[in-house]
């Protein structure tokens, strides 16, 4: 694994019983979606930096955690035994489940973060994705998968937009929601989108990325990049 910005982040633990909290991360959007939550909560994890263009995620150390041999990747001790988990959604649902201001326990405002939470999940996240991959990545790019993916990204930000017109977060308070969405939608070029054409999207953006957790959250892995 890549030995640039392999850090320990020293701070309180909030999940009582956890300990020997292990993140394995690159600077990509999935990613950062645990860095923030786990700076949200103060979590106290050390961060194993594994390079994706470098297809560090295909060494044994890494497919034995997952198979799937897919970022981002935790691992912890909790009750004598060891813990690991994938997917950036399972992570964040597991781990704020003592963060009731992030993910409420019940009535309208948690069905409504659930919402929003997986819109970013679905709609977002696997959307720009896609788009990247047809606009910039892949060998050959024909017009019309690029155009496909674009057309799936911009319909999704027109509901955010409608949405954030009215609601300072997308559930109304901050929330796991904003935090599933908001790596993504800071590469939303990948997407060839233009903010000046969403701009209730912009502003929610810039409250976002002023937020001390998410600042540090977006640093992680410190150095990594996708360039
Ligand atoms: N659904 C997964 C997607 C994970 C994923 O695709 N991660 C990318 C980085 S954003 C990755 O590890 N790519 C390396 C690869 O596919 O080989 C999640 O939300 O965690």
Redesign the pocket.
Known sequence: MSKRGNNLLKMAALIPGISNLEAYLWA????RRVSILFETLGLEYRVHPVD?RAQE?FSPEILALNPF????IVAWTEADAQHVM????AIMLHFCRHAPDLLPVDGPPREAVLVWFMTAMTSI?PMTGNAHHWTSLAPERPTAAANHHMALVRRAYSVLERQLATYDYLAGAYSLADIAAYPWVAVHDWAKIDLGDYPAIESWMIRVAERPAVIRGMQVPDGASLA
């Open positions: 990509t959007p999935n990613s994706i995620q041999a897919k970022l981002p994938t997917e950036s959604g996240g």
